[in-house]
């Protein structure tokens, strides 16, 4: 459905119980659904492991380091093979670096590629990724929305979204109850509910320790 569609659709459906919701998607418009498909899988897990937490500005001067520290390797390889301290002194932590080089060695072992995670169901493909240590729900659920395009994903573990939404509608609801009445674009939800607040899922929380 184009963006269009899914406006006029969450802003009729909205109509019905939460006017201040509604309002709020009237005042954005239809917003953009970007992929963020550009790398491979296992490269855009790790690099969205090792920004959490922190400013946009620091994840991109250490993820450049990363880069170059793999001297043009294939960056999985060099993350299943390099030794701790050489990620660290990129500028990871010790929770970010085992769960980078656990992916790397996850997906050289078993698989973490789309033609594996692709034919999944969302919820099945989360609970394969939160079987990864550092992994959690909210990973998994940015990683099914962003780049894997599901439309109908709910991240209630993310602040900004649950928050806005509950400030939107009502305290006494739970927001994942709410959400359901926006399937299947409850991704499409989350986006209206982040641009609101101008609060983009990148700044929003991390599921490791740093």
Same mark, same amino acid.
């Given at each position: ?6 406006? #006029? +659709? $969450?802003? *009729?459906?909205? =109509? ?7 309002? &709020?998607?009237? %005042? ?77 060695? #996850? +997906? $050289?072992? *078993?698989?973490? =590629? ?7 169901? &969302?919820?099945? %493909? ?85």
């Amino acid at each position: 459905m184009t963006a269009t569609l899914v406006y #006029t +659709h $969450l802003s *009729e459906i909205a =109509d019905d119980f939460a006017p201040d919701l509604a309002e &709020a998607i009237r %005042r954005l418009g239809p917003q953009d659904f970007r992929r963020r498909d550009d790398l491979p899988f296992p490269e855009y897990l790790c690099r969205a492991i090792s920004g959490q937490q922190i400013s946009v500005k620091a994840a991109q001067s250490i993820w450049t380091r990363v880069v170059a520290s793999a001297e043009g390797k294939s960056l999985v390889d060099h993350f299943a093979a390099c030794d701790s301290d050489g990620l660290r002194a990129c500028g990871l932590s010790n929770a970010k670096v085992k769960t980078i080089q656990g992916i790397a060695r #996850t +997906h $050289l072992d *078993e698989g973490l =590629d789309v033609p594996t995670l692709k034919p999944l169901p &969302a919820e099945e %493909r989360a609970a394969r990724l939160t079987t990864l240590w550092g992994v959690g729900a909210w990973t998994a659920d940015m990683m099914n929305m962003f780049y894997f395009g599901e439309e109908d994903i709910w991240p209630d573990g993310d602040v900004a979204a649950r928050k806005t939404l509950e400030k939107l509608t009502s305290k006494r609801r739970k927001t994942s109850r709410t959400a359901e009445c926006f399937r299947p674009y409850r991704s499409w939800l989350a986006i209206y509910m982040w641009a609101h607040v101008d609060a983009p899922p990148d700044v929003g929380e991390a599921d490791i320790s740093s």
